[in-house]
């Protein structure tokens, strides 16, 4: 196995590893491990020491399952085996993952149950109602920048349509050999551009959903909470946008390729320098940033006050359900970003569409 093939696999996998592993600390002040608490909680010993032992049991685990893939995938040189070991470790980091938060929500909630009963206070609930007139996300005419670069590429791609080869390579191993090659038809040829604008379509459905999902409050800094989560939502459209515009670039440099072939270090130079370019902007945004603009430097001492609390809606701490909540799209208690509200029909419509939109388009130009 060349030593490319451990370059990508660090390349992807390492920073992830640490993603995970920090976790918590990217959470709002007011949650730990999808419980709701006070800001003076979040920082107590207790919980700090309890977000170290997380991280720590995340590296820990993740670093061995990742030694051992690599291990495995020295002892062979078939892609397609080599493949399977890097399936096997994905598949073990997301168990690893939901375990771990698991054990330690659970700990977290008899924690709070049995240490922290003088924290339990009646809770209360703000809401802005001018907040959705401010200015929240970027606005979706950037992604007329991505329409035309897909225009350009589809126009390149008809004008030449008769000149690209009898066999098209579809799909390629660590080390940028072609694995999966296929005979010429519209569907392989214009494969990249079909990637291009689905991608830029979800990137501005995603773009609209931030705009959308609930907002939530800190009751006793509101002005403050307030401007976090603005610049939370604004970070993460701004985000959006250049990486999905890195994206379809990358896809409009695959398609030249179908035309002019590049050498395959060139071709697995670019791939891994997009890889770097988004897991840097992530790393930037998460730590800069954090879940609902925690990590937003605004002045504001650590409140004893409890938030509005519904911990009986996040069933193990993850997964939003409550059928009274109007809301589509909420913020994620564990974890960066935002899911869905489970008790809403919509939000599975919504869902369902855009995984049998992919799949659809997979089948078809397969």
Request: charged share 15%; with cysteine; hydrophobic share 50%.
């Amino acid at each position: 196995m060349q030593w490319i093939h451990f370059v990508m696999l660090g390349v992807m996998f390492l920073p992830i590893t640490l993603l995970i592993a920090f976790t918590p600390y990217f959470t709002r002040r007011t949650e730990s491990f999808g419980i709701t608490v006070s800001e003076e909680v979040f920082y107590s010993e207790p919980l700090k020491r309890m977000r170290r032992n997380f991280a720590a049991v995340i590296i820990i685990l993740q670093v061995a399952l990742l030694a051992i893939c690599l291990w495995g995938t020295s002892l062979v040189q078939d892609s397609a085996k080599q493949a399977t070991w890097m399936m096997i470790y994905i598949f073990g980091v997301v168990i690893i993952h939901f375990i771990t938060l698991f054990y330690f929500h659970n700990k977290m909630k008899r924690y709070k149950a049995e240490q922290l009963p003088a924290s339990i206070k009646p809770s209360k609930m703000s809401i802005d109602t001018t907040f959705r007139k401010k200015k929240l996300v970027i606005s979706n005419k950037w992604y007329f920048i991505h329409v035309l670069i897909i225009i350009g590429t589809a126009i390149f791609t008809a004008i030449n349509y008769d000149r690209f080869p009898d066999q098209i390579p579809f799909q390629y191993d660590l080390q940028g050999n072609p694995t999966t090659i296929r005979d010429k038809s519209l569907g392989t040829v214009y494969m990249p551009v079909i990637m291009q604008l689905m991608m830029t379509l979800l990137f501005i459905f995603i773009n609209s959903m931030i705009y959308r999902s609930k907002q939530q409050v800190d009751t006793d800094n509101p002005e403050i909470s307030l401007s976090k989560n603005r610049i939370f939502r604004m970070r993460n459209s701004v985000f959006n946008v250049i990486t999905s515009l890195l994206l379809v670039l990358l896809f409009n440099f695959m398609q030249f390729t179908m035309l002019y072939p590049v050498d395959a270090g060139v071709m697995m130079a670019v791939v891994i320098a997009v890889v770097c370019l988004v897991l840097v902007g992530v790393a930037i945004l998460y730590f800069t940033t954090g879940q609902g603009g925690s990590r937003v430097k605004l002045q504001a001492e650590p409140s004893s006050l409890e938030p509005y609390g519904n911990d009986e809606s996040w069933k193990l701490g993850m997964f939003y359900f409550d059928p009274k909540d109007p809301a589509i799209f909420v913020e994620k208690r564990m974890g960066y970003g935002w899911t869905i509200n489970h008790a809403r029909p919509m939000a599975w419509f919504l869902f369902v569409s855009i995984i049998g939109t992919i799949l659809a388009v997979t089948f078809l130009i397969s």
